[in-house]
């Protein structure tokens, strides 16, 4: 990077699947600037272990995997946006394998998954390492690519727009994005480009345990939100049942391909507790269901976490169809195929995000959301299992298929520098440090996997005062990336907060005490920061 602001056709803000996919699959006469925020292979899609859900087999249909969609995501799914993403999976599979990931199963054989929620087997895979094969695999391909220009480590902090650096562009009442201020190196450089195209992913350090890599800090989500743009179901954030409870690997998640393979969940007391909480489907049913299971058992009999049986599946099998899980556990003392394994929900996905079209239009000229970062209704009120994979590479095609012929000229565009002004260096990091932990703290303590309006009254009044706080930093501090990352969680957990206040119901993900029926018609929640 250089002083003057550097010009791109396509500027892409995230290097997960969905930020992969819509690179490799531009045309490679534009030049794009792919921006890592940490060293890639990155993101969750890296640690994703279960796979990618997709129609390949004679025994399954579209139909049938929208039903099992629509099934799991609390009657809030938009069936159309749903059925174009299921329809666009066997393309996406083939297009993958072109780029050289063969998935398990992909060939309509017998050796695709099964998880919660599924009535067939259609999650393909590579053994648990799933998202590392996919995300090693995609980043070769970026690297060998000469119109992909990688930048990493950086970080994106703002977005430049239109209203506030070339009015002339606005039109009507629509804003266009003109790029983004980028922190690299220690210097923020002011990037131009046509097409702009969030794909940071989610913000699972929003609470104290989640299973997202410490870089999941909301940062498109929090940003487009500055910015003006509506994000949507916020209120929605998924908790994955099972990630291994243990002091030195927090964030470590349990696959639920085991539990499709006969795994059995256990209270301390030896006890199979799901045919309590749901009957017929058992360790098999949607993700929020199994949560709320494990959250009400730990509860009702006042224990930290519950078990996870897998001993039933052998060493053989473990080791070879389940290496990165085996692996995982050994490494803390745990042997699977002896004892049981000690798991608790822990957040994982952030169902709403940035209101986008499936192609990732916004209702900004310019900006592009796909993959977690956005939301486009295909998941609902509560994702599920291994369609996340499937909408981030469908999105990533289709971005790429509807960029070409909509890119303007970057050079056409100009932007103010970053102007750091009297801002001093941080000199007491434990400010930044409380804050963190506190925020973190809040949402896991009161904005959970059960809720009531006097918690998240209780968290908006804290949330607000430590917003204001990080807020008066970002101002007269300079800018280092925990303290913009910061301050992306207080934006990102306030609309979560929001969202949930404004739900008066309990539906999929979101379940509240003082409210817990279900409302139809079903709606969407939307918020927007008037500027």
Known sequence: MTDKATETDVLILGAGMAGLTCALSLPRELRILLVSKVPMPTGSTYLAQGGLAAVVSDDDSFEL????????????????????????????VRQLADWGVELEGSNGGGKSGIEGGHSVRRVLHHKDRTGRLISEVLTERCMERDNIRILQPAFAVNLLTASREMPDLVEGAVDRCIGAHILYEGEIATVLAGETVIATGGAGKVYRYTSNQDSATGDGMAMAYR????????????????????????????????RGEGARLLNIRGERFMERYDPERMELAPRDIVARAIDSEMKRLGDDHVLLDATHLGRRRLEDSFPEVTEG??????????????????????????????DGRTAMHGLRAIGEASCTGFHGANRLGS??????????????????GTVMDPCQFRARDWSFGRAEPIMENVLVDHAWAAIR????????????????????????????EVEEDYWSLLPVIGLLELRNI????????????????????????????????PRDTVIKLTL
Request: aromatic content about 6%; charged content about 20%; overall charge neutral.
């Open 65 to 92: 995997h929208l039903r099992d969609t629509v099934e799991a995501g609390g009657g809030l799914v938009d069936e159309k946006v749903a059925m174009g993403i299921i329809r666009t999976g066997p393309r996406l």
């Open 227 to 258: 910015a003006g743009l509506p994000i949507r179901n916020m209120e929605f954030y998924q908790f994955h049942p099972t990630c291994l409870f243990h002091p030195d690997k927090r964030n470590f998640l349990i696959t639920e391909a085991l």
């Open 329 to 358: 556990v050994l490494s803390v003392g745990i042997v699977p195929w002896e004892v049981p394994i000690p798991v608790v929900p822990a957040a994982h996905y952030s169902v709403g995000g940035i209101e986008a079209a499936v």
């Open 387 to 404: 369609n996340s994979l499937l909408e981030a590479g469908v999105m990533g095609l289709k971005c790429a298929d509807s960029i070409p």
């Open 441 to 468: 703290s809040v949402m896991w303590d009161y904005v959970g996997i059960v809720r009531s309006d006097r918690r998240l009254h209780r968290a908006l009044r804290i949330i607000d005062v430590l917003s204001d």
């Open 490 to 521: 207080c934006t990102v957990s306030r609309a979560i907060v929001m969202s949930a206040l404004r739900r008066r119901e309990s539906r999929g993900l979101h379940y509240s005490l003082d409210c817990p029926e279900t409302h139809q018609p």
